[in-house]
């Protein structure tokens, strides 16, 4: 029997995965606040319900978890080999096993609303000898939760090594919460990497597959069965320590073979007999399961359950046939070697597959070296649209992300025309762009609208001090600062090709880093002190919070039709008033210090692209601040063919 969740607040570390799918759909069903953490991105099939942390959960902060007020947390994040575990292996069993499970216990332990944890573990850490022989076992062994341990891979290790510290916080907070370690057996389900998913989709694809071994026998047990499980043990509360968690019924290698020859009936199937490899017969022994969980069977078969595989495989090659992933151009690319490494990384997280390529005018562009590759552009001109478009089409572009003012006005007058073509641009309405790059007509808006923009004006009024600068262009070129008389300013003035006048203010000079969807709604936004500047770039610069000076940004922000990433410059003056400069509807040279610390603007880019809600995605903030020192790099390729 299961009884509702209503009241329950469950984090689930992993719940992307295989295991984890299964079990979000079941707690919503029951009633259940979920909040769902993992490296993948939101399932699109994902209840709206569903809070969801996508990012590695080694740097999830006790801020998050106790802004939920979790009573349950399900530990399922791990990562694992596919059989033999390769040398590479040694550092991510560590990072995604090892640490992960201490980091996120040591937030859990001390978060008072806890009462229960699950723990993943598995029958890996089960001394070996008891189950694998060199010769074909009649019978499988039962391992019991009293069978003698002996881990027998890394993975196994990772899994002990968190039972052992599970067991030792007990010694202290027992009353607080309990914790239960499954040790699941041979798991399978749905958009798997297990060799039973691998098997139906070489199938489906008229492949042959490979079988070693196929005397081997294992306790399989389908995800389903594994995630309604896991649901009766957090709902138990005299179950702590550890327990098992399989079917209870071992079956050959050969059995889903026969089962897959009978549904496939022209599968090829290679059986490798030449190879040095033992012979697996373990099984589950589930009277401790069953004596705490009376009435629990598994609702799936190897049978049933390799049909729902099947049915779900053909789906998502039926979706695979329709997807067609479009490639991502970063205009005028340059050597911004930290916005493209940004936007690498979001991309990596949406999809691997995806190409980057880098658009300049410029041949020998520093950024190819970091992109998947060069696409030599013409000067953005109303002329070279047609140059330019085809040569979108031919490298299959259908993201462009520009990244310099000059360039701004071209992609946004043409945006539309893109869009026809299947191409997407991150760019604002030509009438913001039009606003920002005029830094009077951008003074004037201030004042229409009331906010608290420097005013500029084409003849200095006043006694001054002044700044001079250019009508047009980055605001650091040809600039003049403190200048205390009026003739002084006309003098610098007459420097320029169209001059504007403004008042000289003191203070503290910050950047403003935010991202807004289509709609112009500001999805987050991130200030920063510029410590240190140069030529107009922040070299130095740290993030803060003031919760007054974000709300009248968003405020201002919203106010314009802007999509995409802007950066507005401010002067804090002494008494803490600000006083707004200008604005860049584009990403700025130091904003990766914002990314650093939730601003997901990429990420948040790429899931809009793919019609994504939004919504779902939360804008979270870390609580710890980010001083970013902006310094070169040197960029080493190996190759032996230079």
Same mark, same amino acid.
């Given at each position: 029997?299961?009884?509702?969740?209503?009241?329950?607040?469950?984090?689930?570390?992993?719940?992307?995965?295989?295991?984890?799918?299964?079990?979000?759909?079941?707690?919503?069903?029951?009633?259940?606040?979920?909040?769902?953490?993992?490296?993948?991105?939101?399932?699109?099939?994902?209840?709206?319900?569903?809070?969801?942390?996508?990012?590695?959960?080694?740097?999830?902060?006790?801020?998050?978890?106790?802004?939920?007020?979790?009573?349950?947390?399900?530990?399922?994040?791990?990562?694992?080999?596919?059989?033999?575990?390769?040398?590479?292996?040694?550092?991510?069993?560590?990072?995604?096993?090892?640490?992960?499970?201490?980091?996120?216990?040591?937030?859990?332990?001390?978060?008072?609303?806890?009462?229960?944890?699950?723990?993943?573990?598995?029958?890996?850490?089960?001394?070996?000898?008891?189950?694998?022989?060199?010769?074909?076992?009649?019978?499988?062994?039962?391992?019991?939760?009293?069978?003698?341990?002996?881990?027998?891979?890394?993975?196994?290790?990772?899994?002990?090594?968190?039972?052992?510290?599970?067991?030792?916080?007990?010694?202290?907070? &027992?009353?607080?919460?309990?914790?239960?370690?499954?040790?699941?057996?041979?798991?399978?389900?749905?958009?798997?990497?297990?060799?039973?998913?691998?098997?139906?989709?070489?199938?489906?694809?008229?492949?042959?597959?490979?079988?070693?071994?196929?005397?081997?026998?294992?306790?399989?047990?389908?995800?389903?069965?594994?995630?309604?499980?896991?649901?009766?043990?957090?709902?138990?509360?005299?179950?702590?320590?550890?327990?098992?968690l399989g079917t209870g019924k071992s079956r050959r290698v050969s059995d889903v073979v026969d089962i897959l020859q009978r549904r496939f009936q022209n599968l090829e199937v290679d059986l490798i007999d030449d190879i040095d490899m033992d012979y697996e017969a373990s099984c589950a022994d589930m009277s401790l399961f069953k004596e705490k969980i009376a009435g629990w069977e598994p609702a799936y078969t190897l049978e049933s359950a390799i049909s729902e595989i099947i049915e779900f495989e053909k789906s998502q090659l039926i979706c695979?046939?329709?997807?067609?992933?479009?490639?991502?151009?970063?205009?005028?690319?340059?050597?911004?070697?930290?916005?493209?490494? &940004?936007?690498?990384?979001?991309?990596?997280?949406?999809?691997?597959?995806?190409?980057?390529?880098?658009?300049?005018?410029?041949?020998?562009?520093?950024?190819?070296?970091?992109?998947?590759?060069?696409?030599?552009?013409?000067?953005?001109?109303?002329?070279?649209?047609?140059?330019?478009?085809?040569?979108?089409?031919?490298?299959?572009?259908?993201?462009?992300?520009?990244?310099?003012?000059?360039?701004?006005?071209?992609?946004?007058?043409?945006?539309?025309?893109?869009?026809?073509?299947?191409?997407?641009?991150?760019?604002?309405?030509?009438?913001?762009?039009?606003?920002?790059?005029?830094?009077?007509?951008?003074?004037?808006?201030?004042?229409?609208?009331?906010?608290?923009?420097?005013?500029?004006?084409?003849?200095?009024?006043?006694?001054?001090?002044?700044?001079?600068?250019?009508?047009?262009?980055?605001?650091?070129?040809?600039?003049?600062?403190?200048?205390?008389?009026?003739?002084?300013?006309?003098?610098?003035?007459?420097?320029?090709?169209?001059?504007?006048?403004?008042?000289?203010?003191?203070?503290?000079?910050?950047?403003?880093?935010?991202?807004?969807?289509?709609?112009?709604?500001?999805?987050?936004?991130?200030?920063?002190?510029?410590?240190?500047?140069?030529?107009?770039?922040?070299?130095?610069?740290?993030?803060?919070?003031?919760?007054?000076?974000?709300?009248?940004?968003?405020?201002?922000?919203?106010?314009?039709?802007?999509?995409?990433?802007?950066?507005?410059?401010?002067?804090?003056?002494?008494?803490?008033?600000?006083?707004?400069?200008?604005?860049?509807?584009?990403?700025?040279?130091?904003?990766?210090?914002?990314?650093?610390?939730?601003?997901?603007?990429?990420?948040?880019?790429?899931?809009?692209?793919?019609?994504?809600?939004?919504?779902?995605?939360?804008?979270?903030? &870390?609580?710890?601040?980010?001083?970013?020192?902006?310094?070169?790099?040197?960029?080493?390729?190996?190759?032996?063919?230079?």
């Open positions: 029997m299961v009884l509702f969740m209503k009241n329950e607040r469950v984090f689930i570390s992993g719940g992307a995965g295989v295991i984890g799918t299964e079990l979000t759909r079941i707690l919503v069903q029951l009633g259940a606040e979920v909040f769902v953490g993992d490296l993948k991105k939101r399932p699109k099939d994902l209840s709206e319900k569903v809070r969801y942390r996508q990012g590695d959960l080694n740097h999830i902060s006790h801020a998050e978890i106790e802004g939920f007020s979790p009573t349950i947390f399900i530990h399922l994040a791990a990562t694992f080999e596919r059989s033999t575990e390769n040398y590479d292996f040694w550092e991510k069993n560590f990072w995604n096993n090892v640490r992960l499970s201490h980091h996120l216990m040591d937030i859990f332990k001390d978060t008072p609303t806890l009462r229960k944890v699950l723990f993943a573990s598995s029958y890996l850490i089960y001394d070996p000898s008891k189950y694998i022989f060199k010769k074909p076992a009649l019978t499988p062994t039962f391992l019991s939760e009293s069978t003698p341990i002996a881990p027998r891979n890394l993975t196994g290790m990772a899994k002990l090594a968190h039972e052992i510290e599970l067991n030792f916080l007990n010694g202290f907070k &027992s009353a607080q919460f309990t914790s239960v370690c499954a040790r699941i057996f041979r798991g399978y389900g749905c958009n798997s990497r297990d060799v039973i998913s691998r098997w139906i989709r070489s199938a489906l694809r008229e492949e042959k597959i490979t079988v070693f071994r196929p005397e081997g026998m294992f306790d399989y047990i389908y995800a389903k069965d594994t995630a309604f499980a896991l649901v009766r043990l957090a709902q138990t509360p005299d179950i702590n320590g550890i327990i098992n695979e046939q329709k997807k067609q992933n479009g490639n991502i151009l970063i205009s005028s690319a340059s050597r911004k070697i930290p916005l493209i490494k &940004s936007i690498l990384e979001a991309k990596d997280r949406f999809d691997k597959e995806i190409l980057v390529y880098a658009g300049d005018i410029n041949k020998d562009a520093h950024a190819q070296f970091v992109c998947d590759g060069l696409i030599l552009l013409p000067a953005t001109s109303v002329e070279n649209f047609e140059e330019i478009l085809n040569l979108l089409k031919e490298n299959q572009i259908e993201l462009v992300i520009p990244t310099r003012d000059g360039e701004l006005e071209f992609w946004a007058t043409h945006r539309k025309a893109l869009e026809k073509e299947g191409i997407q641009v991150i760019v604002s309405e030509p009438e913001a762009i039009t606003t920002s790059l005029d830094k009077l007509a951008f003074a004037k808006f201030g004042e229409i609208k009331g906010f608290p923009i420097i005013p500029a004006w084409e003849h200095p009024q006043g006694k001054g001090p002044f700044v001079v600068k250019e009508r047009y262009g980055a605001g650091s070129r040809s600039i003049g600062l403190n200048i205390e008389t009026l003739d002084a300013a006309l003098e610098w003035g007459a420097k320029l090709a169209q001059p504007i006048y403004q008042p000289f203010i003191e203070g503290k000079e910050i950047s403003v880093d935010a991202w807004l969807d289509k709609t112009s709604k500001v999805k987050g936004l991130v200030l920063r002190e510029r410590n240190q500047v140069a030529q107009g770039e922040s070299v130095v610069t740290t993030t803060f919070r003031d919760t007054r000076l974000e709300a009248q940004c968003t405020q201002l922000l919203e106010a314009l039709p802007l999509h995409g990433p802007v950066v507005l410059q401010v002067i804090i003056d002494s008494l803490g008033n600000p006083h707004i400069i200008e604005l860049n509807a584009r990403f700025g040279g130091a904003s990766t210090a914002s990314v650093a610390v939730g601003l997901d603007i990429w990420y948040w880019t790429l899931l809009e692209w793919d019609n994504q809600n939004l919504d779902l995605v939360p804008y979270l903030r &870390s609580d710890k601040e980010a001083r970013q020192i902006r310094v070169p790099q040197d960029i080493l390729l190996y190759d032996s063919s230079f």
